[in-house]
């Protein structure tokens, strides 16, 4: 992939991250900033992702090395996007392996689960716009451009600036031709060997996709896609790297393949959507008449991530795609990742439940309830308030940086709302304290992620309110928590109104108040978590891939 990295764009990579490279100021010595990066890299526990490919046909098989060679091509068009140019940031750690690794995981020189913290001396702080705007552009400077050239905003730009110094658009496909060429290519040929015929047709039009920015068609084909052995997820698809305006989308890939098992459990939920709509604790005013989203709900286990999905915190779970038109027509697809969901039950929740989750509850700390939950956080993102507001702008649009963290905020209550509620009717065996018990140490697992995380603020918010209102409860002498169970089911239906509300009137200044006010760690709960770090629970997880390096050479 060296050619690719090389050979990306030159309009893509000019006038990036200037001040990025070599800040001023008093360097640390190199045994501090080795122990910085370690301290970067200690954060994380090691999954070896080479799931079982045996039951797949041998042109199967080659496909998914194939769609792991396309997926590579996303993370140069990913490092333009995160830092700017991939060899210099590797320069700054000189001879030390130990920065080189941490640059490589974190794509950048920037903690990812320390609130995008410097990890190398002399470095500037991560622009709010990452790689997507000038560095030197302000807001104002922006919205008066982008009143002239609506393209400024398009997902699918990078904003740069002309020869005459002025705001310009250039489109994905043109930035990152190279990387987008390479990618094509892979998943044209993965196509004619694939045995599902659907998803060969699906990877033909995403390749056409990412050649034109135009993704509607590939869109409505993935979402078609029903049984098929082997998925991707690839291209600009998550927003959350732009945290000035939130309208940049990422550039990530997911190869994956399915597990038969997990998905026939999941399957007879499908159906429960549109009741679970209706039963949202909230005035009719605030939400949708009908989910946003289709009924597909499957497990697999992941081959391979690249981009923004092996960014930092890895996502255990898909709900796509984005387009809300396609959504509210067609449907969504929600894929579970079991390996990644696995793997961080028993390195990181286990742990945490036995630092901080008391002694009377931790048994209902559970890989079942662990699953189910974070299954019904993707199934949360179509319920709840309309996609499109009474005024016809897009939600998200409207919420601008206040959007990612609220919605993820929104998922993870509604999807406990949702539990609860399927608990009752006796189509969940579990017990509903396991599902409340286990989204407490969820919270705690996924506030670790630090301030750069959209997840982290949106849990962040809910513990606050949760601890408000006495739903979760803290030990004095212990610092451990419990969860009082009728307290917690008032506090979700309290917290789901707010947010609701918030989303479905587009009030983004609100909503940054609100995040801004409760989305924060306070002082108890962050010397509550410094234990985890002390007994070295790791923050999540990273990969060894399908015969590919952490470092993906």
Same mark, same amino acid.
């Given at each position: 992939?060296?050619?690719?990295?090389?050979?990306?764009?030159?309009?893509?990579?000019?006038?990036?991250?200037?001040?990025?490279?070599?800040?001023?100021?008093?360097?640390?010595?190199?045994?501090?900033?080795?122990?910085?990066?370690?301290?970067?890299?200690?954060?994380?526990?090691?999954?070896?992702?080479?799931?079982?490919?045996?039951?797949?046909?041998?042109?199967?098989?080659?496909?998914?090395?194939?769609?792991?060679?396309?997926?590579?091509?996303?993370?140069?068009?990913?490092?333009?996007?995160?830092?700017?140019?991939?060899?210099?940031?590797?320069?700054?750690?000189?001879?030390?392996?130990?920065?080189?690794?941490?640059?490589?995981?974190?794509?950048?020189?920037?903690?990812?689960?320390?609130?995008?913290?410097?990890?190398?001396?002399?470095?500037?702080?991560?622009?709010?716009?990452?790689?997507?705007?000038?560095?030197?552009?302000?807001?104002?400077?922006?919205?008066?451009?982008?009143?002239?050239?609506?393209?400024?905003?398009?997902?699918?730009?990078?904003?740069?600036?002309?020869?005459?110094?002025?705001?310009?658009?250039?489109?994905?496909?043109?930035?990152?031709?190279?990387?987008?060429?390479?990618?094509?290519?892979?998943?044209?040929?993965?196509?004619?060997?694939?045995?599902?015929?659907?998803?060969?047709?699906?990877?033909?039009?995403?390749?056409?996709?990412?050649?034109?920015?135009?993704?509607?068609?590939?869109?409505?084909?993935?979402?078609?896609?029903?049984?098929?052995?082997?998925?991707?997820?690839?291209?600009?698809?998550?927003?959350?790297?732009?945290?000035?305006?939130?309208?940049?989308?990422?550039?990530?890939?997911?190869?994956?393949?399915?597990?038969?098992?997990?998905?026939?459990?999941?399957?007879?939920?499908?159906?429960?959507?549109?009741?679970?709509?209706?039963?949202?604790?909230?005035?009719?005013?605030?939400?949708?008449?009908?989910?946003?989203?289709?009924?597909?709900?499957?497990?697999?286990?992941?081959?391979?991530?690249?981009?923004?999905?092996?960014?930092?915190?890895?996502?255990?779970?898909?709900?796509?795609?984005?387009?809300?038109?396609?959504?509210?027509?067609?449907?969504?697809?929600?894929?579970?990742?079991?390996?990644?969901?696995?793997?961080?039950?028993?390195?990181?929740?286990?742990?945490?439940?036995?630092?901080?989750?008391?002694?009377?509850?931790?048994?209902?700390?559970?890989?079942?309830?662990?699953?189910?939950?974070?299954?019904?956080?993707?199934?949360?993102?179509?319920?709840?308030?309309?996609?499109?507001?009474?005024?016809?702008?897009?939600?998200?649009?409207?919420?601008?940086?206040?959007?990612?963290?609220?919605?993820?905020?929104?998922?993870? =209550?509604?999807? %406990?709302?949702?539990?609860? *509620?399927? @608990?009752?009717? $006796?189509?969940? /065996?579990? !017990? #509903?304290?396991?599902?409340? =018990?286990?989204? %407490?140490?969820?919270?705690? *697992?996924? @506030?670790?992620? $630090?301030?750069? /995380?959209? !997840? #982290?603020?949106?849990?962040?918010?809910?513990?606050?309110?949760?601890?408000? *209102?006495?739903?979760?409860?803290?030990?004095?002498?212990?610092?451990?928590?419990?969860?009082?169970?009728?307290?917690?089911?008032?506090?979700?239906?309290?917290?789901?109104?707010?947010?609701?509300?918030?989303?479905?009137?587009?009030?983004?200044?609100?909503?940054?108040?609100?995040?801004?006010?409760?989305?924060?760690?306070?002082?108890?709960?962050?010397?509550?978590?410094?234990?985890?770090?002390?007994?070295?629970?790791?923050?999540?997880?990273?990969?060894?891939?399908?015969?590919?390096?952490?470092?993906?050479?």
């Amino acid at each position: 992939m060296a050619g690719l990295r090389s050979a990306l764009s030159l309009v893509a990579v000019t006038v990036l991250f200037a001040a990025c490279g070599g800040g001023t100021g008093d360097a640390p010595g190199a045994a501090e900033v080795s122990s910085r990066a370690e301290a970067s890299l200690e954060k994380y526990a090691t999954l070896r992702l080479n799931p079982d490919l045996s039951s797949l046909s041998k042109d199967d098989q080659a496909a998914v090395q194939l769609l792991i060679e396309a997926a590579e091509a996303m993370n140069d068009a990913f490092w333009i996007e995160s830092y700017g140019d991939r060899s210099a940031a590797e320069r700054l750690a000189g001879s030390r392996a130990w920065e080189l690794d941490a640059i490589r995981v974190n794509y950048g020189p920037w903690d990812r689960l320390a609130n995008d913290e410097p990890f190398i001396g002399g470095v500037a702080a991560k622009p709010a716009g990452a790689g997507f705007y000038p560095t030197d552009m302000t807001k104002r400077e922006f919205e008066a451009a982008a009143a002239r050239d609506p393209r400024l905003r398009d997902p699918y730009t990078l904003v740069r600036r002309d020869t005459s110094g002025a705001l310009s658009a250039i489109a994905y496909h043109q930035a990152f031709s190279v990387a987008v060429g390479a990618a094509a290519a892979k998943m044209r040929e993965a196509a004619a060997l694939s045995s599902h015929a659907g998803f060969a047709r699906y990877l033909r039009l995403r390749a056409t996709a990412i050649e034109t920015d135009d993704y509607r068609a590939s869109d409505e084909a993935w979402v078609a896609l029903f049984d098929n052995p082997i998925d991707l997820i690839l291209g600009p698809i998550d927003p959350a790297e732009d945290r000035l305006f939130g309208y940049k989308r990422a550039h990530l890939a997911y190869v994956v393949v399915r597990s038969t098992e997990w998905t026939e459990r999941m399957s007879r939920f499908a159906g429960r959507l549109p009741d679970l709509q209706r039963a949202l604790p909230v005035d009719s005013r605030y939400k949708a008449k009908a989910p946003v989203g289709g009924s597909d709900l499957a497990a697999w286990d992941v081959v391979f991530q690249a981009g923004l999905a092996n960014a930092g915190a890895k996502h255990i779970a898909q709900d796509l795609p984005s387009d809300q038109g396609i959504r509210a027509s067609r449907g969504s697809r929600r894929l579970q990742f079991l390996n990644s969901t696995r793997a961080k039950f028993e390195q990181i929740m286990v742990p945490i439940s036995q630092a901080l989750i008391d002694p009377t509850q931790r048994e209902h700390v559970t890989f079942e309830a662990f699953f189910t939950n974070q299954m019904f956080h993707e199934v949360a993102h179509g319920l709840g308030a309309p996609a499109i507001l009474a005024d016809g702008r897009p939600m998200a649009t409207a919420m601008g940086a206040a959007s990612a963290p609220l919605e993820e905020g929104k998922a993870d =209550v509604l999807g %406990l709302y949702a539990v609860s *509620r399927l @608990v009752q009717t $006796g189509e969940l /065996s579990s !017990r #509903a304290l396991d599902y409340q =018990v286990t989204f %407490l140490a969820g919270i705690l *697992r996924s @506030v670790r992620f $630090g301030g750069g /995380s959209a !997840r #982290a603020r949106g849990g962040m918010l809910l513990f606050n309110h949760f601890r408000d *209102r006495g739903a979760i409860l803290r030990e004095p002498a212990t610092g451990m928590y419990r969860v009082d169970p009728d307290a917690m089911n008032r506090a979700v239906a309290d917290i789901a109104g707010i947010i609701l509300q918030l989303q479905a009137t587009g009030a983004a200044q609100a909503a940054g108040a609100l995040l801004a006010e409760r989305g924060l760690v306070s002082t108890e709960l962050g010397s509550d978590l410094g234990r985890l770090v002390a007994l070295g629970i790791p923050h999540d997880i990273r990969f060894e891939q399908a015969n590919h390096a952490q470092t993906m050479r």
